[in-house]
């Protein structure tokens, strides 16, 4: 019996080490499978490692060489400070200060620091009118008197034809620059929109360019009437807050509180003198009320070029940009950029078509100057590049005419026809700016 036990347990013990050794000699049919995947994604992880490096190299190039342009400006006299962004498809590649805020005190510019954008804010008018439009709240073709009765250009005929689209387009017929003085007097909208019955119309609504404060602005008191909601309530729920602009605001109280601000200045003998804040345009925010940063402005930019579209949707954003009017003439700055075409006006918008040298097919900038309270700005758009420039300054400078054309210089410089940009696997927007 003994014996017996013994030989069923040597049997069993080598059945169980035959049967190991048949396992063991078996090949692994799931490790080929799985250095396979190990290897595919040590090859992504180094190739997003060398985009990286390859980026950061250039953003740094290219801080280099707007350093030296902006310490060279101010070095020659013509400049105190600047809050310059420059964005690439999803990526804030600058967001940078240069000069200081205050010529008298020691403090610089950086990327949150706060100008005043005067016209630039025509911008966010129009494209604040694209998204009420989208909603439903207002149409392109809606008549001003609809939704302002006191209103009043000329004989009623004309008056009942001027749109919602003709006065974002500065089309509507009146003299160039009719009752700016009011909106720098501090009149309210109802104000001034009553006194247009003294004005003649110099031509028919949507027929002509003529460009204005008073008129534009009273795009925000349409939006105010459509929708229940002043136009700094609008812009904040609909656009700023979901876009993360912190540091932009449209009333003076706040831009009085705001320690990170750049004072304007005036030219005073050989240098600057500083110049106090004033309450101008916040009576017409539409027209030139609101103050931003360097960085706020970038994700502005982001979102313009089509990059943030659970905003707004992209195609109800490219309204804003479609060519409404041309202007004409070639006495403007922008009119001499290098390769200028022609350009236009679209809803708070200028859109410039021009050729490089390097191109076959014509390209756009949509495009807005800014000077308000002795600050002077400029932005600039290049949707075929997926490029924004922008650049805040709080001094009237001779730069400011041609900044836009030499930054984008240095840019294609420093990354030839490929601009810079990241594209991250998860789909993640870029904020890597230095």
């Keep these: ?38 290897t595919s994604r040590s090859q992504t992880a180094s190739v997003d490692l060398i985009k990286l490096q ?55 510019v950086d990327g949150e620091t706060v100008f005043r954008l005067g016209s630039l804010s025509k911008g966010f008018a129009g494209v604040l009118a694209a998204e009420v439009e989208n909603e439903g709240e207002l149409d392109w073709s809606s008549k001003v008197v609809d939704y302002i009765p006191e209103f009043q250009l000329g004989n009623k ?40 019955k003294d004005v003649t119309p110099i031509s028919e609504p949507g027929s002509m360019y003529s460009y204005q404060n008073a008129m534009f602005a009273l795009s925000g008191e349409m939006m105010r009437r459509a929708t229940g909601k002043n136009i700094k309530t609008l812009l904040k729920n609909r656009l700023l807050n979901p876009l993360g602009m912190c540091s932009t605001s449209m009333d003076y109280e706040t831009l009085l509180h705001t320690s ?31 103050s931003s940063s360097a960085h706020d402005m970038a994700k502005w930019m982001r979102f313009l070029l089509g990059h943030d579209p659970e905003v707004m949707n992209k195609s109800a954003l490219q309204d804003v940009f479609n060519p409404f009017v041309e202007v004409g003439g070639h ?15 679209g809803f708070g918008w200028r859109i410039h078509k021009f050729m490089e040298d390097d191109a076959i097919n014509k390209k756009t900038i949509w495009h807005h100057g800014g000077s308000v309270n002795d600050y002077r700005n400029e932005i600039a758009i290049f949707p075929e590049s997926d490029l924004g420039i922008c650049v805040l300054m709080n001094c009237h400078s001779k730069i400011a005419s041609t900044v836009i054309p030499d930054l984008y210089k240095i840019v294609k410089e420093i990354y030839g026809q490929s601009a810079p940009q990241i594209v991250l696997n998860s789909g993640a927007k870029m904020d890597i700016s230095l």
């Design 1 to 38: 019996m003994q014996r017996f036990k013994i030989l069923v347990g040597s049997t069993l013990l080598i059945l169980t080490v035959f049967l190991l050794t048949l396992s063991a000699s078996k090949p692994n049919t799931t490790s080929p499978s799985n250095t396979k995947i190990t």
């Design 54 to 108: 390859q980026y950061r190299s250039r953003q740094q190039e290219l801080r280099a060489a707007l350093k030296e342009y902006f310490k060279n400006t101010i070095l020659s006299g013509n400049l105190v400070g600047a809050g310059v962004s420059i964005v690439k498809g999803d990526s804030i590649v600058i967001s940078e200060g240069f000069g200081k805020r205050n010529t008298n005190l020691n403090g610089k």
């Design 157 to 196: 005929e004309n008056t009942s034809k001027i749109t919602l689209a003709d006065i974002l387009s500065q089309t509507s017929g009146t003299p160039y620059h009719s009752y700016t003085n009011l909106i720098e007097a501090g009149l309210s909208l109802t104000d001034i929109a009553e006194r247009f």
């Design 260 to 290: 990170n601000i750049a004072m304007p200045h005036v030219k005073w003998r050989s240098g600057w003198k500083e110049r106090p804040l004033k309450d101008d345009y916040f009576n017409a925010v539409a027209a030139g009320g609101v």
């Design 331 to 345: 006495s403007k700055y922008y009119q001499r950029w290098p390769g200028h075409i022609k350009s236009y006006y």
